[in-house]
């Protein structure tokens, strides 16, 4: 697919993930045009409920660099937000709101992905570069007690950022030719996914760093046989979610 230039898209086509930043901060002005970014998102029947903590507390950080699987790139960043799925703040206005459902949790999800989305995409239109964090949930009833989030709220995923001191080469997505299609479900063309397994295979084998030889398909496999934070169902029903 191609499309006419555009500065929206070509920043969202580019978009690569940054772990390496300078010590400059980001400035007020562009920490608010971030944030209200992220808060002019959409919002599943404008219920909004996403709350975001800004982590400003340097040892705070730090305990959640660990947490996350010590990723030192979290410390590093001058900025560091949790997006968090949040209820509670309806059920204040709304006491007899009847929560716990599935549905909710999915809704909670949803809005807090798009809203730091909106985040991601803002901060890297105005040259920033950042990554997301989905580490936090390796120890999320500890992240949750440090937040200090109350019930019907819990940390969905995290977002370091600041000025990029290194920027990785694009990676090859899936091609549209598999993940997109027209009116109903289409099986995956096998040739077509052995073809991006050699072009990613190729990525890893040359990228400036953490070169490897490996293929798409064995960093699948490396992921999805093993056990993934089998502990969050309990968690997010002691939080109120996903009862029924």
């Known amino acids: 697919m191609s499309a006419t230039p555009n500065p929206m898209t070509d920043t969202l086509r580019a978009h690569t993930s940054v772990r390496a930043f300078t010590d400059e901060p980001v400035s007020q002005e562009d920490l608010e045009a971030i944030y209200e970014s992220a808060r002019a998102a959409s919002s599943t029947c404008f219920l909004q409920v996403t709350t975001v903590i800004r982590i400003t507390d340097k040892e705070l950080k730090a305990k959640l660099a ?6 030192k790139h979290i410390i590093a ?7 968090c799925a949040d209820y509670h703040r309806d059920q204040v206005l709304v006491p007899k709101a009847d929560l716990g459902w599935t549905e909710q949790l999915i809704v909670g999800c949803v809005d807090a992905a798009i809203q730091a989305q909106n985040a991601f995409a803002a901060l890297e239109a105005l040259g920033l570069g ?11 009833e500890e992240v949750d007690r440090l937040l200090k989030l109350p019930q019907n709220t819990f940390p969905v995923v995290g977002l370091a950022f600041g000025h990029p001191a290194h920027k990785n080469e694009l990676k090859p997505r899936l091609p549209a030719s598999i993940t997109l299609c027209e009116n109903a479900y289409q099986e995956p063309d096998p040739a077509k996914l052995k073809a991006y397994d050699e072009q ?15 293929a798409w398909s064995d960093e699948l496999e490396r992921i999805l046989l093993r056990e993934r934070r089998p502990f969050v169902l309990g968690f997010l029903q002691k939080k109120g979610f996903a009862e029924k």
């Open 130 to 140: 950042g990554v997301y964090a989905g580490g936090i949930r390796n120890h999320i």
């Open 66 to 71: 660990e947490l996350a699987g010590n990723q």
């Open 200 to 214: 990613m295979r190729n990525y890893y084998q040359h990228r400036s760093s953490n070169a490897k030889d490996t």
């Open 77 to 83: 960043a001058p900025e560091f937000w949790v997006f």
